[in-house]
């Protein structure tokens, strides 16, 4: 069995565009503040009505359509949120039905803003276990539906989407070629969301609802950030016995520019060459960086062949890296 290499993508974002004007008419903020601590200059955010499930299908269609795959050709659709539909069944069960698929099994991965480095890793180890020939991977979030809109320290950071790969064994050697996945303890207090969840309850029948907006120690989340991608990135460079400047792109979730350019001095790596689009989705958690990862190789930023460094970390305190070749 080939290791999973990549067949196809697809990204879908909601229409409505919010800039940071929107949010200096309701909070105390600015958008000079936002755009300078964060890099965000607008975001997306879906409408009431929409759910995680449309964006993740849609997504997934167009990654399907791209890659040539057919409805009796996917056996595996795993799919990373914090925000499904409904508790059960999962997300990748309503794309499994919407699509038509024949031969699948599918399921969610909830690791947060890591959720879409340990799916992709999760659909990798499967195709190479020989327990599913091709797989749609999906990051789709609704982080809207979470935000308290005064909380200036967390509703200005987030934005809605999805971005979806179809991945399938590789006969050439491309494809994922090394992973790093680490969750250490210590830190489900600096970046969460309670609620929904059995902590909390207050009946027999009901979960706590109470409290279901984003908490999150901001710096804090900005230290381990850094340090997660930094210890990831650098695990899977010495996996492969390679120096950063090898790699031709490195594509990070996208929580915060500052972070990003610690990144880049860490590594003393071009930032030119790392992928970014906060500055128009702002942090869309688990959409992050298959969206990053559509968009550079649509514009042909990356291409066939080149060495590219998927990366990510999230609440958890969870952080993974993928190298991968395109
Ligand atoms: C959230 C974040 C942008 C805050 O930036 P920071 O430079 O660390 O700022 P601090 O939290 O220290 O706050 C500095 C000041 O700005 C204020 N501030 C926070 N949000 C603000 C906003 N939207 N507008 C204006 N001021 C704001 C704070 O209240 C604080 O004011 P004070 O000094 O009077 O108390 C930054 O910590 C960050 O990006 N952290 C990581 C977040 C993240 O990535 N989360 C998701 C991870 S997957």
């Known amino acids: 069995m080939g290791n999973g290499w990549l067949l196809g993508s697809g990204i879908a974002l909601p229409q409505r565009r919010v800039a940071n004007s929107w949010f200096e008419e309701r909070i105390d ?15 997306r955010f879906a409408e009431i009505g929409e759910k995680t499930s449309d964006y993740a299908l849609a997504a997934a269609r167009q990654a399907m359509q791209t890659a040539g795959l057919g409805r009796d050709d996917v056996g595996m659709v795993v799919v990373a949120t914090s925000v499904p ?60 539906s979470l935000l308290d809109m005064n909380d200036r320290s967390t509703c200005v950071l987030f934005g809605d989407g999805a971005g979806a790969l179809a ?10 070629l090394h992973t790093c996945l680490r969750s250490v303890g210590g830190h489900i207090d600096v970046l969460g969301c309670r609620g929904g969840g059995t902590a909390g309850r207050t009946s027999m029948t009901a979960t706590g609802h109470e409290d279901g907006r984003i908490f999150m120690d901001g710096p804090a989340v900005f230290r381990l950030a850094v340090q997660g991608c930094c210890n990831a990135i650098s695990a899977v460079l010495d996996m492969a016995g390679l120096k950063p400047i090898d790699v031709a792109h490195i594509v990070p979730h996208q929580a915060n520019m500052r972070i990003l350019a610690k990144i880049a001095d860490h590594f003393d790596y071009p930032i030119e060459h790392i992928e970014t689009n906060l500055k128009v989705y702002g942090n869309t958690a688990a959409a992050s960086v298959p969206i990053a990862l559509h968009e550079a190789l649509k514009a042909g930023r990356i291409v ?11 609440a958890g305190f969870n952080w993974g890296a993928i190298l991968l070749r395109v």
């Open 85 to 144: 539909d409904m508790t059960f069944p999962s997300v990748a069960n309503q794309v499994i039905e919407s699509l038509g698929l024949t031969t699948a099994f599918g399921y969610d991965v909830g690791a947060a803003c890591c959720g879409f480095v340990f799916a992709m890793s999760a659909a990798d180890s499967q195709i190479r276990a020989g327990l599913a020939r091709n797989a749609l991977v999906i990051g789709a979030d609704i982080y809207s």
């Open 167 to 176: 991945i399938g064994p590789s006969a050439d050697g491309r494809g994922v």
């Open 304 to 314: 066939p062949g080149d060495l590219v460094l998927l990366v990510a970390a999230g």
């Open 29 to 43: 903020t600015s958008d000079e503040w936002i755009r300078t601590r964060t890099g965000i200059s607008e975001r």
